[in-house]
């Protein structure tokens, strides 16, 4: 109990520390690049799904990333 305790006051913590860095220029920047690196590794992470899917299924991919086969869409 003891553990979680710690492990909720230090995510409050780090909340407000980012609340807080956030606010100024700098820190907004900061954050905006890491939404945009996360963003990016998400799409390629997303892609390579889409393409070994298709290879598996046997069928080829759509210019939009889907396949014939009735995949699964992530947006």
């Given at each position: 109990?003891?553990?979680?305790?710690?492990?909720?006051?230090?995510?409050?913590?780090?909340?407000?520390?980012?609340?807080f860095v956030?606010?100024?220029?700098?820190?907004?920047?900061f954050?905006?690049?890491?939404?945009?690196?996360?963003?990016?590794?998400?799409?390629?992470?997303v892609?390579?799904?889409?393409?070994?899917?298709?290879?598996l299924?046997?069928?080829?991919?759509?210019?939009?990333?889907?396949?014939?086969?009735?995949?699964?869409?992530?947006?």
């Amino acid at each position: 109990m003891k553990k979680l305790f710690w492990l909720i006051i230090g995510i409050g913590v780090g909340f407000i520390a980012a609340h807080f860095v956030a606010r100024n220029p700098q820190g907004k920047q900061f954050f905006d690049d890491v939404d945009s690196k996360a963003h990016q590794f998400v799409a390629a992470i997303v892609d390579g799904y889409r393409d070994r899917e298709a290879e598996l299924s046997g069928t080829p991919a759509d210019a939009d990333g889907s396949s014939a086969g009735g995949s699964v869409r992530f947006k």
